[in-house]
Nanobody
Framework: QVQLVESGGGLVQAGGSLRLSCTASGSIFRINRMGWYRQAPGKQRELVATTTGGGSTNYADSVKGRFTISRDNAKNTVYLQMSSLKPEDTAVYYC??????????????WGQGTQVTVSS
């Protein structure tokens, strides 16, 4: 079992910045991918950004150039630096990880979510 603890959400004005962080702990042999998804009211959960252990990154088109994902492998922590925020970025942001346990089974885990609200 893996636990994900998120922090950093909040209320910010349009054009502002926020930084989210998420730390994984528990039965972890290897973290394959970590990242962030978001879900706005009435919409499906969507990819924001993910990163692999090797440093490859993937971003949604809507956040490219504004958001930066980074990862501290030693701390099993992923960060999302969000800049030039827009009201349409308002959503609950969920941390995600695909990790392999000591039995070499791979699992997906989700955090509890952190609210990001961008006012116009």
């Amino acid at each position: 079992q893996v636990q994900l603890v998120e922090s950093g959400g909040g209320l910010v004005q349009a054009g502002g910045s926020l930084r989210l962080s998420c730390t994984a702990s528990g039965s972890i042999f290897r973290i394959n991918r970590m990242g962030w998804y978001r879900q706005a009211p009435g919409k499906q959960r969507e990819l924001v950004a993910t990163t692999t252990g090797g440093g490859s990154t993937n971003y949604a088109d809507s956040v490219k150039g504004r958001f930066t994902i980074s990862r501290d492998n030693a701390k099993n922590t992923v960060y999302l630096q969000m800049s030039s925020l827009k009201p349409e970025d308002t959503a609950v942001y969920y941390c995600y990880t695909e990790s392999t346990d000591w039995r070499l089974s791979t699992w997906d885990y989700w955090g509890q979510g952190t609210q990001v609200t961008v006012s116009s």
